[in-house]
């Protein structure tokens, strides 16, 4: 194995990789996270001044199929290759390690990470369960001809993989507890959206992401570990097919890019095999008062779209320089003071360009001592006509992620008790292993009229402090004016 150099698990994140010798203590320097290294003294000079974290490679449910590592002397190839995601738990946003130094391959089944204790399996006395895991295939490929160029192999791996996509299930598995085609249901339909303040006509939910999984509340998708899931995303007019459903009961659950909030049919499903299921029209109304006054972000889930800025010199990972995943940096935590070294963030709506202006997390601040404080953002914004003292606006606030915070929001005032504290919130640990989103979260806060002002200010605190982890990545944030104000409505 020490001739596999070279790690791919995406056409724009491979590379040659450091040896596991250039972790060891007398090569490298731990740095705040224990899984991060600075390599000081690698065997090979030019990793020199590199960050190294397995995190760095971690990927979505949805797009981890195929990874692994490619000797040049002979052109050889190892590839894990995950034909179904329908074992793993949390759904297709769900993060797992791949490959990293090593070299090391992972197949991953079940892990917390990027989403902490609401995924850890818990087990009532005497409880029965058992679960499927897999399979996945192993992929060795060669170039025959020792002139080609070994990069090839990456693209063969590729093709391998959609060759088992489309064979998945596999007929080889004799056990009763992995259901052949033939013992296999499909639930089809389509997906539409309703909300009037965007258009007049209930709307197809292009891209939608469709499941089935274990019956619960709304989103419970997203920390379910013991049953399956089986999901697909929705076309441009909405239609979603989702193939070989084990015979089961589930949920309908779904979440729209471009929306807040989730999805749930209410009624229980269960596909028999053989056999199609088809839903119909479904419709999703999102949470809506009233119309759209400001907002900040993209609902998206992650918080991709806002200021990732570029790492200290000091802690570089060559694949993330200009890269569009630049978030996966090391120490990004601390560029926050680097930029707001006097006073915390402050967006004015109109003005600021949450692109620039919106830094991706908001973190804790180290002081000189070296220990910690929260922090507050403010928003300013004008209202263009004098608040209805008698009606109540409304706030979304959507959170990619939180990591033993606490999201506090107060109006026009920053000395007095909040308006709204979430309590102590996340273990999602996405700040430290470089991440983007993690679990998502939603709140409503309600603002009365009489509190709003010509020119205010909302003060979002962060008040949680004894760590450079602690912190919330927000997805997207809206005011909404009241429902009377529904001059935005579409007729």
């Known amino acids: 194995m020490h001739r596999f150099h070279y790690m791919a698990m995406a056409d724009n994140r491979q590379r040659y990789m450091p040896l596991p010798d250039d972790r060891l203590p007398y090569r490298s320097q731990t740095l705040a996270y224990p899984e991060a290294v600075l390599l000081v003294d690698p065997m090979e000079t030019e990793f020199r001044g ?6 760095q490679y971690s990927c979505e449910n949805k797009d981890n199929r195929v990874h692994g590592w490619i000797c040049n002397d002979p052109p050889v190839g190892f590839w894990q290759i995950t034909p179904s995601d329908e074992f793993r738990s949390a759904g297709p946003h769900k993060q797992n390690l791949t490959s990293h130094v090593g070299p090391t391959t992972l197949a991953v089944m079940h892990s917390v990470h990027y989403s902490g204790e609401d995924l850890i399996l818990k087990f009532g006395s005497n409880e029965a369960w058992k679960k499927v895991f897999g399979p996945i295939f192993i992929y060795l490929n060669s170039l025959s001809d020792a002139g080609g160029n070994p990069l090839s192999l990456w693209e063969d791996a590729k093709q391998q993989m959609r ?22 249901g499909n639930v089809s339909g389509r997906l539409l959206v309703k909300d009037r303040y965007v258009c007049k006509d209930d709307i197809p939910a292009n891209g939608a992401y469709v499941g089935l999984a274990s019956p ?18 929705a076309d441009e007019d909405g239609y979603f097919c989702i193939n070989n459903i084990w015979t089961d009961d589930y949920n309908l659950y779904a979440w729209v890019p471009g929306f807040i909030g989730d999805y749930k049919y209410d009624v229980i499903i269960t596909p028999s095999a053989g056999y199609d299921i088809y839903m119909g029209d479904l419709v999703y109304e999102p949470p809506r008062d ?18 990732v800025p570029d790492p200290s010199p000091m802690f570089v990972n060559r694949l993330y320089v200009n890269h569009p995943d630049r978030f996966r940096q090391y120490g990004l935590w601390e560029r926050y003071a680097d930029l707001y070294p006097d006073r915390d963030l402050v ?25 910690y404080q929260g922090t507050t953002w403010q928003i300013k914004f004008k209202l263009d006509c004098t608040a209805n003292e008698t009606e109540t606006y409304k706030l979304r606030l959507a959170l990619a992620t939180a990591h033993a915070a606490e999201l506090q929001v107060r109006v026009n005032d920053d000395g007095k008790s909040p308006l709204f504290s979430s309590g102590q919130i996340g273990k999602d640990n996405t700040i430290a292993r470089h991440g983007i989103h993690g679990l998502y979260r939603l709140y409503h806060v309600g603002i009365p009229g009489n509190l709003l002002l010509g020119d205010n200010t909302i003060f979002l605190t962060q008040p949680k402090s004894t760590s ?24």
């Open 50 to 55: 590199e960050v190294d974290d397995k995190y």
């Open 347 to 371: 967006y004015t709506v109109g003005v600021s360009d949450y692109t620039k202006d919106w830094f991706f997390a908001q973190v804790t601040r180290k002081n000189d001592d070296d220990t």
């Open 290 to 307: 009233g119309p759209t006054l400001w907002e900040i972000g993209v609902p998206d889930r992650t918080a991709a779209e806002f200021y």
């Open 468 to 491: 450079p982890f602690q912190g919330i990545m927000y997805d997207y944030i809206r005011l909404e004016g009241p429902a009377s104000s529904n001059g935005n409505k579409k007729p």
């Open 216 to 233: 619960g509340d709304v989103g419970s998708w997203q920390s379910e570990v013991k049953g399956y899931q089986f999901w697909t995303r």
């Open 163 to 184: 060759i088992e996509v489309q064979d998945w299930p596999y007929t080889f598995p004799a056990s009763q507890d992995f259901p052949q085609s033939h013992q296999r």
